[in-house]
């Protein structure tokens, strides 16, 4: 089982905040984590301090050399889907073939209301299906003409090419029937939410029957490559209850742990802490 490490790029004192923050995915590249995640806002109830997610994460791939680069995970209605296309292949690019682009639909109505569009969760997910059509065809296609209902292309050529192929792998967010379908058809991997990182979360139990769901759709359709079941977990006090959650949700089927830091000041010293107390029992 790999392990990544996700924070939130909402912080409050941010500015005061940015050297532990690249302190910490420094510490989590040496010690050889598989990917480092940040949450993809503009705003947020607790602070509209925020970095823009992929440049940032542009800007970690010229300090890093291994460790992969993703977002946990990115509201794809939110911005421009040609534009976002853009964005992530020059991540993959700059990175060496590190991308990892996090699909969610978005919740947060204020950041959309004041950056781009909100819409009813239908319009959001038929948005969400048609963008990442375009965003493919423009990673793997020379020239890509497009007529959707919400959004459309004209001869575009989006060069060069994102280096992993055939695209950098899509893992989705969200849980509802109509996103999990979507991950089983068109995704690499699913993210959900467990104990501590946010107020409400999947429970193991729960969480089986997600992986199964998952499982059963990509039969049916004859899916046949490897698939990322995530968890974003953020451990409490006691590394043994931490130790046992862990295993309850690798029991229902996750292959691929987050370590969510919620309090980064005490990020750095959970990363090591984690490395040394809980990863060889786990992994």
Known sequence: MKIGVVISNAQRSLLDRLKILEDIVLEAEKLEYDAFFVTDHYMLPWSNETLESWIYLSYLSAKTSRIRLGTAVTPIPFRQPG???KMVSTLDV???GRAILGVGLGWYVPEFEAYSTWDPNNVR???TVEAL????????????DFE???YKAKEAVLLPKPIQKPHPPLWFGGIGKKMLK???????GLICIGPRWLPTHVTSEDYGKIVERVR???EVQNKTGDFTFACIITPPEDMREFIKEVEDYKRAGMNYL?????RVREGLSLVKRVYDEVISTIT
């Open 258 to 262: 987050i370590l969510g830091i919620v």
């Open 148 to 150: 959707g209902k919400y």
């Open 125 to 127: 997910f038929e948005k």
């Open 83 to 85: 534009v976002l296309a």
């Open 94 to 96: 700059l990175s060496n």
């Open 182 to 188: 979507l991950a089983a058809e068109l995704g690499n």
């Open 216 to 218: 059963k759709i990509r």
């Open 133 to 144: 059509n375009l965003i493919t065809k423009l990673w793997i296609e020379e020239k890509v």
